[in-house]
């Protein structure tokens, strides 16, 4: 697959703009267009903001819909919860526009039956999402669906491998106004977020994109305090995992952005090309500090770690675990 190292021009730091610009550098002037380019860009989820930059017109129109979609989701939410229910926006804000096929919701515990049936009277359907591969710790988060909306994973925790990760009661404290969507919402605070997505990469997803690395090194730029960072990885039992994403996402953020934005930790020698799949024996890792911290072994996760990688491969690499292709047609060369 095509190295994004190769494809970054400009190493920029500041993806806070509407239009986030990559450029093409191969030393032979690749077609923005090509095949190989957008299956490189949707593998790492910029694609759509490579399409708006390069007026590849039949995927931005595409991707223009799902950006609607999800600021129309982000009103619905406002609409059934405001000053009816404490809530954050989660895991959605990212620095730049991007195609997402979901919004994350939390509330807390307390409050969330109460949050159910407010969208259950607002026409909504919701769905248990106990069942899932990623292993969820039972109740923990509910799907609620309506049409013409992106679905709302709606969590009072978030849980993969059948574990928690963060302390809940640091997820409505210290957070930000950032906006989504067109629209001001509450995200958590920049800690919490940044564990949630070192979390999510080494526990379920088992790779990096681009994307996550944007989003990280916005994050890392907002951050007050990595102490509480790394007190959260040892308290919940996964800072050896953390510990080893953290030298892979340092070794490309010096490759993108000339510096390692994890302090503390080591960048790996290694070198990788995105969408990194973590090697095998960091997923293992991250089974067996949920063995030697929670005396429990989740082995449906575990096969379906196994077959998400094996997929992948089988697929000629263009299979990612949990995405899928939100455009129906590929611009050729």
């Excluded at 610009?21 to 090509?34: C, H, I, R, T, Y």
């Excluded at 040892?234 to 892979?248: D, H, P, T, V």
């Excluded at 770690?305 to 000629?316: A, N, Q, V």
Aim: charged content about 25%; glycine content about 6%; hydrophobic content about 35%.
């Amino acid at each position: 697959m095509l190295s994004w190292k190769a494809m970054l021009k400009n190493k920029v730091s500041d993806h806070t703009s509407k239009q986030f610009v990559l450029s093409v550098l191969d030393g032979k002037g690749l077609n923005p267009a090509s095949r190989k380019v957008l299956d490189s860009a949707e593998q790492n989820r910029v694609l759509f903001p490579w399409a708006v930059e390069y007026n590849l017109h039949s995927i931005e129109t595409e991707g223009e819909k799902w950006i609607n979609k999800l600021t129309n989701t982000i009103k619905f939410i406002n609409q059934v919860l405001d000053k009816k229910i404490n809530y954050s926006i989660t895991r959605t804000y990212k620095y730049i526009d991007y195609v997402t096929f979901d919004v994350d919701l939390f509330v807390e515990d307390k409050n969330l039956k109460k949050t159910i049936e407010l969208f259950k009277q607002s026409g909504c359907q919701v769905e248990s999402h106990d069942a899932s591969f990623g292993g969820r710790i039972s109740g923990s988060q509910v799907n609620v669906k309506k049409s013409e909306l992106l679905t709302i994973d709606l969590h009072s925790d978030f849980t993969w491998q059948k574990r928690s990760f963060v302390d809940t009661s640091m997820i409505l404290k210290d957070g930000r106004k950032k906006e989504v969507g067109g629209i001001n919402v509450d995200v958590p605070s920049a800690e919490v977020e940044f564990l949630l997505c070192m979390a999510d990469m080494g526990h379920e997803r088992f790779n990096i994109t681009l994307l996550d690395l944007i989003w990280l090194e916005g994050l890392s730029k907002e951050i007050k305090d990595w102490g509480l960072i790394f007190s959260q990885t040892k308290k919940n039992g996964w800072n050896r995992a953390f510990n080893e994403i953290g030298a892979i996402v340092n070794k490309l953020t010096l490759g993108i952005y000339n510096k390692k934005i994890i302090p503390g930790i080591k960048p790996k020698k290694v070198e990788y090309t995105l969408p990194v799949f973590i090697p095998i024996q960091i997923c293992w890792l991250s089974y067996l500090e949920n063995i030697t911290h929670n005396k429990h072994f989740p082995l449906i996760s575990f096969a379906y770690m196994h077959y998400c990688k094996m997929r992948y491969y089988l697929s000629g690499k263009r299979k990612m675990p949990f995405y899928d292709s939100w455009y129906k047609e590929k611009e050729e060369e």
